[in-house]
């Protein structure tokens, strides 16, 4: 998408559907630090710094950015709003719980699990998925007690203390 077409979106407080083109132009994210949203906004979109930081805390607020921190840190956006903080609790307290026995692909099981638990399509949940995964915060590994691969999810102390989890 083009910055013109981001710009005007942000100018016009189209958060969802700016949210929908950024998760488009990074479908693994925004790789940066907190201030790395502001920054392209302001680089690569146009807008002044003062609107960068508005529309920033706007998607954050909306629940349609959200900053990964810690080794990859990166920002992920979703087209429909989302409480990562509430995810982080699902994965932790069900998602050992809603892993079946049988041998499902662990992507179609993790986008379920993030699709029914969230409420969102699978596209939102593809977004989230690709999100944590690049951010190192998801991967596929060899699970002991089921005895075959699954999706494990590890959230850094860094996203605790961030989110104040």
Known sequence: MQADALRKLAEAGRFEELAHAL?????????????????FLVNRVGLSHADAVRVADALEAAGHAHHLPGERPRWIFTSKPVSLRALMRMLDQEY??????????????????????????????????????????AEVAYHV?????????????????????
């Not at 049988?102 to 690709?130: M, N, Q």
């Open 145 to 165: 007690e089921s005895e075959r691969d699954r999706y494990l999810f590890k959230f850094p102390e860094i996203f605790a203390m961030t989110y104040r989890v």
């Open 23 to 39: 998760a488009q132009v990074f479908p693994r994210g925004l790789v940066g630090e907190r201030d790395a949203l502001v920054t």
């Open 96 to 137: 050992g719980e809603f892993v079946g026995e049988g041998d499902e692909d662990p992507r179609e099981e993790a986008l379920r699990f993030i699709g029914s638990r969230l409420g969102v399509d699978r596209e939102v949940a593809e977004e989230i998925l690709e999100g944590l995964a690049a951010a190192g915060y």
